[in-house]
C-alpha cells in the first residue's frame, strides 16, 4: 500500500531473489536437509538407504582388501560384492563359512554379518512402525460397533456403572439378553479395566447374554456417534461429566444437538433419555422437543433424590420403601399386560391371584373406534368391582416380572411356575438376614422420651374449658413436631436450594435448619439467595422465622473438626444429613468435574464426619449420602463400617446418590409410565395427602383412621410432619396373616398395603414372601401404604 508501480516491479523481481539468496546459505541448508531426511518418512527410508550402501561398499573393500578368501569366495571384485552383501541381507550366510579359515576372515564375516543383522532389526522396525501406524489410521477411520436393539450410553461418569448394573438388573428381571454400549472421553482399556473390577464380583452374577462394550470418543461429534449403531438402538441415555448442575445440563444439550444433527440414515429410532440437573435444563429440553420429531425425555433425577432424601430423614419407613422401590436389585413396580387369564375380571377377584406379588393398580388405556388408544390413565387402589378391560396393565410389586405368576380361583397356578435366578437369590438373601440380624436399635425413639423444653413448654388441659383444652394440646403437639434439622457439608448452590425447597415443605412452621460448612457463611447465604427466588416466601434465608414458615441458620467450621459441632443444637436436632464437604476440595476440578479420585474423596469425608457427629450425638438419626462406587459395595455388603454399627444407639439410614439417580433413569428406560408413579409417590404438592405413606400398627388396627386428606407422618418411628391417628390396641399384639391386614387396610379405607415396618428387626419388608402364614404384629410397627388416587399420564 503506498508504493508506485516502479517500486512494486523493483520488489516483485528482487524479493524472489532475496529469498533465493537466503535458503543458500549453509545453516539453512543443513537444517532443510536434516528435516527431510530425519522429519518425513521418505527421507528415512532415503537415509537408511544411504546407510545400507555404505554397509555394502565398506564390506566389498573389507573383504577384498584384508581377507584371504575362501574355498567358496576369493577376494576378487565380483565375490567381495555378493560375500558383503549375503552376509549382510543373511545372518546365516557367516555359518557357511568353514571353521578351518583364518581367524582374520572368520573375524571379518562376523562383523559383517552384525552390522547386517542391526541395519535390518532397524529397517524392519520402521516398516512395521509405518504399517501399524497405517492400520490404526484405517481403523480409526473406519471401525464400527454392530449392533441391534441396544442401550447407548453417551458419556462416563460417576454414574455410569451404577446405570450399567442397573440395566444389567434390568435385563435380567426381563429374561432377555442385551448388548450396553458406552462411550466416554476416558482411555478404552480404562474404562474396561473399571468395568472388570466392578462386575466380576457382582452377586448376582452378570447373565452370560449381556455383553458390556466400550468406545473411545467424544458424545458431541457425529462421527464417533454414528459408530455405535445409534440408529438401530433401543434407547440412548445421555449423561454429563460436569458435577455442576448448570455445566451438566449444558454437556448434555450439546449431545442431543448432535444427535438431532446426524443424516437421515443415522437419525435415532429408539427412546432417548436425558439427564438433567436443573428445572430450566428440562424446560429447555421440552421446547426442544417441539421442533424435534423424536421426543426426548428428561429425567430431573437429582430433583427426585432430593426428596427421597427428604423422605428418609422425615419419614424414615417411607424413605427406606422408596429406596428400595427404585432399584431394580430388589422389590420394584412393574407392569403385567392383562392376559384371558384377567380380562373380564374385577380387581378385588385379582388381589389374591398374585401370591409373589403386590396388586397396586391399573393402567387403564382404552381404545377408540380407529383402534388407538385414547388417553391414559393410572388408578391406585381401585375400587373391588372395576372390571379388567383387554388393554389394560396391572400394577405390580415384585422382584421381577417373572415373579408375576396368576394362579386361578382355587390357588393353583394357571401355569407353569417359574421363578427366575434373581428371585431365588433374594429369598436366599432373606432367609439369611433373618438369621443374623440382630436387634440393634431400642423401639421407640429416645428423643420422644426427653423432657427438654420443648416437652416443659406444653401447655395443660386441666384449666379452661374442654374446647380450650383440646386447642392447647394441639398447639403443643405441633410444638414437638417443630423439628430441627442438621446439615452437614455443602455441595453446589443450586443442589443445595433444592434441597431447603424439599425440606421447607415436608417441615412444620416454626421448624429449623442449621448448616454447617467450612464454606464462608456469606457465600452459602448469597449462593441460595440468588438460587431460591421462586420459593424466598417460603424460608427466611436470613436466620428467623419469616411468616412462621421454616428457618435457616449457618455454622462456620469444619465438618473434619469434633470441635465444630459444638455449635451445632445437636441436643433439639431430630435429624442431620451428611455430605462431603466440597470445601474441602484441592482444585478446582473436583468441583466442576467427575473424577473418580475426586468422588472418593468427597466420600471419605462423609464417613469421616458421620463418625464424629455420631460420638458427638449417639442417639441421632443420621442420612449420610455417598456417591462412590466403593462405598456402594460395602453397602450392599451391610457393612456395620458403613453405618457405624455400634457406636450409640441412633440410627444411620444411609444413602447412595447414583445407586439412587441411576435407578430413575433405568426406570425410564423400561417403562416411562413407572417414572410417572414414582413422581406422583414424591409429589409434594400436598403434603396431608401425601401418596405414599406410613402408619403405627397400633393406631391403624384400633381404628382404621386412613381416609383420604389425614396426614401420617408421624408414626412410630423418628419422623415429622403432623401427628398420625391414635388408639389403643388394647389387649396383645394381633396375630393375623398380610394378606388378612391388606385386605382389611383396603375394606375399610380403599388404600393398598405393600409393605411394613417390623420394629423387632428394624427393618422394612415389602412384599413379604410368606403373605399368607400369621405374624405377630407388634404396636410399634409400621403400615407402608399407597394411598387411593387416580391421574392421567
Given at each position: 500500500?503506498?508504493?508506485?508501480?516502479?517500486?512494486?516491479?523493483?520488489?516483485?523481481?528482487?524479493?524472489?531473489?532475496?529469498?533465493?539468496?537466503?535458503?543458500?546459505?549453509?545453516?539453512?541448508?543443513?537444517?532443510?536437509?536434516?528435516?527431510?531426511?530425519?522429519?518425513?518418512?521418505?527421507?528415512?527410508?532415503?537415509?537408511?538407504?544411504?546407510?545400507?550402501?555404505?554397509?555394502?561398499?565398506?564390506?566389498?573393500?573389507?573383504?577384498?582388501?584384508?581377507?584371504?578368501?575362501?574355498?567358496?569366495?576369493?577376494?576378487?571384485?565380483?565375490?567381495?560384492?555378493?560375500?558383503?552383501?549375503?552376509?549382510?541381507?543373511?545372518?546365516?550366510?557367516?555359518?557357511?563359512?568353514?571353521?578351518?579359515?583364518?581367524?582374520?576372515?572368520?573375524?571379518?564375516?562376523?562383523?559383517?554379518?552384525?552390522?547386517?543383522?542391526?541395519?535390518?532389526?532397524?529397517?524392519?522396525?520402521?516398516?512395521?512402525?509405518?504399517?501399524?501406524?497405517?492400520?490404526?489410521?484405517?481403523?480409526?477411520?473406519?471401525?464400527?460397533?454392530?449392533?441391534?436393539?441396544?442401550?447407548?450410553?453417551?458419556?462416563?461418569?460417576?454414574?455410569?456403572?451404577?446405570?450399567?448394573?442397573?440395566?444389567?438388573?434390568?435385563?435380567?428381571?426381563?429374561?432377555?439378553?442385551?448388548?450396553?454400549?458406552?462411550?466416554?472421553?476416558?482411555?478404552?482399556?480404562?474404562?474396561?479395566?473399571?468395568?472388570?473390577?466392578?462386575?466380576?464380583?457382582?452377586?448376582?452374577?452378570?447373565?452370560?447374554?449381556?455383553?458390556?462394550?466400550?468406545?473411545?470418543?467424544?458424545?458431541?461429534?457425529?462421527?464417533?456417534?454414528?459408530?455405535?449403531?445409534?440408529?438401530?438402538?433401543?434407547?440412548?441415555?445421555?449423561?454429563?461429566?460436569?458435577?455442576?448442575?448448570?455445566?451438566?445440563?449444558?454437556?448434555?444439550?450439546?449431545?442431543?444437538?448432535?444427535?438431532?444433527?446426524?443424516?437421515?440414515?443415522?437419525?435415532?429410532?429408539?427412546?432417548?433419555?436425558?439427564?438433567?440437573?436443573?428445572?430450566?435444563?428440562?424446560?429447555?429440553?421440552?421446547?426442544?422437543?417441539?421442533?424435534?420429531?423424536?421426543?426426548?425425555?428428561?429425567?430431573?433425577?437429582?430433583?427426585?433424590?432430593?426428596?427421597?432424601?427428604?423422605?428418609?430423614?422425615?419419614?424414615?419407613?417411607?424413605?427406606?420403601?422408596?429406596?428400595?422401590?427404585?432399584?431394580?436389585?430388589?422389590?420394584?413396580?412393574?407392569?403385567?399386560?392383562?392376559?384371558?387369564?384377567?380380562?373380564?375380571?374385577?380387581?378385588?377377584?385379582?388381589?389374591?391371584?398374585?401370591?409373589?406379588?403386590?396388586?397396586?393398580?391399573?393402567?387403564?388405556?382404552?381404545?377408540?373406534?380407529?383402534?388407538?388408544?385414547?388417553?391414559?390413565?393410572?388408578?391406585?387402589?381401585?375400587?373391588?368391582?372395576?372390571?379388567?378391560?383387554?388393554?389394560?396393565?396391572?400394577?405390580?410389586?415384585?422382584?421381577?416380572?417373572?415373579?408375576?405368576i396368576v394362579v386361578n380361583e382355587s390357588g393353583v397356578p394357571g401355569g407353569r411356575v417359574k421363578v427366575s435366578h434373581r428371585a431365588r437369590h433374594h429369598l436366599s438373601r432373606l432367609v439369611w438376614a433373618l438369621h443374623v440380624f440382630r436387634q440393634r436399635r431400642r423401639q421407640a425413639r429416645r428423643l420422644r422420651e426427653k423432657e427438654d423444653t420443648r416437652s416443659r413448654a406444653r401447655p395443660s388441659v386441666a384449666d379452661g374449658a374442654i374446647e380450650g383444652a383440646l386447642e392447647a394440646l394441639r398447639a403443643a403437639r405441633e410444638f414437638e413436631l417443630r423439628q430441627t434439622v442438621l446439615v452437614?457439608?455443602?455441595?453446589?448452590?443450586?443442589?443445595?436450594?433444592?434441597?431447603?425447597?424439599?425440606?421447607?415443605?415436608?417441615?412444620?412452621?416454626?421448624?429449623?435448619?442449621?448448616?454447617?460448612?467450612?464454606?464462608?457463611?456469606?457465600?452459602?447465604?448469597?449462593?441460595?439467595?440468588?438460587?431460591?427466588?421462586?420459593?424466598?416466601?417460603?424460608?427466611?434465608?436470613?436466620?428467623?422465622?419469616?411468616?412462621?414458615?421454616?428457618?435457616?441458620?449457618?455454622?462456620?467450621?469444619?465438618?473434619?473438626?469434633?470441635?465444630?459441632?459444638?455449635?451445632?443444637?445437636?441436643?433439639?436436632?431430630?435429624?442431620?444429613?451428611?455430605?462431603?464437604?466440597?470445601?474441602?476440595?484441592?482444585?478446582?476440578?473436583?468441583?466442576?468435574?467427575?473424577?473418580?479420585?475426586?468422588?472418593?474423596?468427597?466420600?471419605?469425608?462423609?464417613?469421616?464426619?458421620?463418625?464424629?457427629?455420631?460420638?458427638?450425638?449417639?442417639?441421632?438419626?443420621?442420612?449420610?449420602?455417598?456417591?462412590?462406587?466403593?462405598?456402594?459395595?460395602?453397602?450392599?455388603?451391610?457393612?456395620?463400617?458403613?453405618?457405624?454399627?455400634?457406636?450409640?444407639?441412633?440410627?444411620?439410614?444411609?444413602?447412595?446418590?447414583?445407586?439412587?439417580?441411576?435407578?430413575?433413569?433405568?426406570?425410564?428406560?423400561?417403562?416411562?409410565?413407572?417414572?410417572?408413579?414414582?413422581?406422583?409417590?414424591?409429589?409434594?404438592?400436598?403434603?396431608?395427602?401425601?401418596?405414599?405413606?406410613?402408619?403405627?400398627?397400633?393406631?391403624?388396627?384400633?381404628?382404621?383412621?386412613?381416609?383420604?386428606?389425614?396426614?401420617?407422618?408421624?408414626?412410630?418411628?423418628?419422623?415429622?410432619?403432623?401427628?398420625?391417628?391414635?388408639?389403643?390396641?388394647?389387649?396383645?399384639?394381633?396375630?393375623?396373616?398380610?394378606?388378612?391386614?391388606?385386605?382389611?387396610?383396603?375394606?375399610?379405607?380403599?388404600?393398598?398395603?405393600?409393605?411394613?415396618?417390623?420394629?423387632?428387626?428394624?427393618?422394612?419388608?415389602?412384599?413379604?414372601?410368606?403373605?399368607?402364614?400369621?405374624?405377630?404384629?407388634?404396636?410399634?410397627?409400621?403400615?407402608?401404604?399407597?394411598?387411593?388416587?387416580?391421574?392421567?399420564?
Amino acid at each position: 500500500t503506498g508504493m508506485s508501480l516502479d517500486q512494486l516491479n523493483l520488489f516483485a523481481f528482487k524479493r524472489p531473489r532475496a529469498i533465493g539468496t537466503h535458503l543458500l546459505k549453509p545453516s539453512k541448508l543443513w537444517e532443510i536437509t536434516t528435516a527431510v531426511f530425519f522429519g518425513t518418512s521418505t527421507g528415512q527410508y532415503a537415509f537408511l538407504s544411504l546407510i545400507a550402501v555404505v554397509l555394502l561398499i565398506v564390506g566389498t573393500f573389507v573383504w577384498r582388501l584384508g581377507s584371504d578368501g575362501t574355498t567358496d569366495f576369493d577376494t576378487s571384485l565380483d565375490h567381495s560384492i555378493w560375500l558383503s552383501y549375503t552376509t549382510f541381507i543373511d545372518t546365516g550366510t557367516q555359518t557357511g563359512v568353514p571353521a578351518g579359515e583364518s581367524e582374520r576372515t572368520k573375524f571379518i564375516v562376523v562383523v559383517l554379518s552384525g552390522l547386517g543383522f542391526v541395519f535390518n532389526l532397524t529397517f524392519l522396525s520402521v516398516v512395521v512402525d509405518n504399517v501399524r501406524t497405517l492400520l490404526d489410521r484405517l481403523y480409526t477411520r473406519y471401525s464400527q460397533l454392530f449392533a441391534r436393539e441396544h442401550v447407548v450410553i453417551l458419556g462416563w461418569t460417576s454414574k455410569t456403572l451404577f446405570l450399567v448394573n442397573e440395566l444389567i438388573s434390568m435385563f435380567a428381571d426381563n429374561g432377555g439378553e442385551g448388548d450396553i454400549i458406552i462411550m466416554g472421553n476416558t482411555s478404552r482399556y480404562e474404562m474396561l479395566r473399571s468395568i472388570e473390577l466392578t462386575f466380576r464380583r457382582r452377586n448376582p452374577p452378570k447373565p452370560r447374554g449381556v455383553r458390556i462394550r466400550v468406545w473411545e470418543g467424544d458424545s458431541a461429534e457425529e462421527d464417533d456417534l454414528t459408530r455405535l449403531s445409534i440408529n438401530t438402538a433401543r434407547f440412548v441415555v445421555c449423561l454429563a461429566e460436569s458435577e455442576d448442575p448448570r455445566m451438566a445440563d449444558a454437556q448434555v444439550l450439546e449431545t442431543l444437538l448432535s444427535l438431532q444433527s446426524l443424516d437421515d440414515d443415522d437419525q435415532v429410532t429408539g427412546q432417548m433419555i436425558a439427564e438433567v440437573r436443573t428445572p430450566d435444563g428440562r424446560d429447555v429440553v421440552n421446547q426442544l422437543n417441539k421442533h424435534t420429531t423424536r421426543d426426548v425425555l428428561a429425567v430431573q433425577s437429582a430433583a427426585a433424590l432430593d426428596k427421597v432424601l427428604a423422605f428418609t430423614a422425615l419419614m424414615p419407613s417411607v424413605g427406606e420403601s422408596l429406596v428400595e422401590l427404585i432399584s431394580f436389585e430388589r422389590n420394584n413396580f412393574f407392569f403385567e399386560p392383562a392376559d384371558s387369564r384377567m380380562v373380564g375380571k374385577t380387581f378385588g377377584n385379582l388381589v389374591a391371584r398374585f401370591p409373589y406379588c403386590v396388586l397396586c393398580g391399573v393402567h387403564s388405556r382404552p381404545l377408540g373406534a380407529d383402534g388407538k388408544t385414547k388417553g391414559s390413565e393410572i388408578v391406585i387402589a381401585p375400587s373391588a368391582d372395576r372390571v379388567i378391560q383387554p388393554n389394560d396393565r396391572i400394577l405390580l410389586v415384585g422382584v421381577d416380572s417373572q415373579s408375576a405368576i396368576v394362579v386361578n380361583e382355587s390357588g393353583v397356578p394357571g401355569g407353569r411356575v417359574k421363578v427366575s435366578h434373581r428371585a431365588r437369590h433374594h429369598l436366599s438373601r432373606l432367609v439369611w438376614a433373618l438369621h443374623v440380624f440382630r436387634q440393634r436399635r431400642r423401639q421407640a425413639r429416645r428423643l420422644r422420651e426427653k423432657e427438654d423444653t420443648r416437652s416443659r413448654a406444653r401447655p395443660s388441659v386441666a384449666d379452661g374449658a374442654i374446647e380450650g383444652a383440646l386447642e392447647a394440646l394441639r398447639a403443643a403437639r405441633e410444638f414437638e413436631l417443630r423439628q430441627t434439622v442438621l446439615v452437614i457439608g455443602w455441595r453446589s448452590a443450586r443442589e443445595m436450594a433444592d434441597l431447603v425447597a424439599v425440606l421447607s415443605k415436608m417441615l412444620l412452621p416454626g421448624s429449623e435448619i442449621h448448616f454447617l460448612s467450612a464454606v464462608d457463611e456469606s457465600v452459602r447465604e448469597a449462593a441460595l439467595r440468588s438460587e431460591m427466588d421462586i420459593f424466598a416466601a417460603l424460608t427466611d434465608l436470613a436466620g428467623g422465622i419469616l411468616n412462621n414458615a421454616v428457618s435457616i441458620e449457618h455454622h462456620k467450621g469444619s465438618p473434619l473438626s469434633a470441635e465444630a459441632y459444638n455449635r451445632l443444637p445437636i441436643d433439639d436436632a431430630a435429624v442431620a444429613i451428611v455430605f462431603g464437604d466440597r470445601a474441602a476440595a484441592a482444585n478446582a476440578e473436583e468441583l466442576t468435574s467427575y473424577s473418580e479420585s475426586a468422588a472418593r474423596l468427597r466420600d471419605a469425608r462423609t464417613f469421616h464426619s458421620t463418625t464424629l457427629l455420631r460420638k458427638a450425638a449417639p442417639d441421632l438419626r443420621i442420612v449420610p449420602v455417598y456417591e462412590d462406587i466403593l462405598t456402594h459395595r460395602l453397602i450392599t455388603r451391610d457393612s456395620p463400617l458403613v453405618v457405624n454399627d455400634g457406636i450409640g444407639a441412633g440410627e444411620t439410614a444411609v444413602l447412595h446418590r447414583n445407586s439412587l439417580e441411576t435407578g430413575l433413569i433405568a426406570m425410564q428406560a423400561d417403562d416411562p409410565t413407572l417414572v410417572f408413579v414414582l413422581s406422583q409417590l414424591l409429589a409434594l404438592d400436598d403434603v396431608a395427602g401425601q401418596k405414599i405413606f406410613s402408619v403405627p400398627f397400633e393406631a391403624a388396627l384400633a381404628d382404621m383412621q386412613l381416609t383420604a386428606g389425614e396426614s401420617t407422618h408421624g408414626g412410630g418411628r423418628a419422623g415429622g410432619g403432623a401427628p398420625a391417628p391414635t388408639g389403643k390396641l388394647g389387649t396383645s399384639p394381633a396375630e393375623m396373616t398380610f394378606d388378612a391386614m391388606s385386605a382389611r387396610v383396603r375394606d375399610f379405607a380403599g388404600h393398598v398395603l405393600i409393605g411394613y415396618f417390623d420394629s423387632a428387626l428394624e427393618k422394612v419388608v415389602l412384599n413379604p414372601l410368606k403373605k399368607r402364614v400369621p405374624r405377630r404384629w407388634r404396636a410399634t410397627d409400621e403400615l407402608i401404604l399407597l394411598r387411593a388416587h387416580a391421574a392421567s399420564t
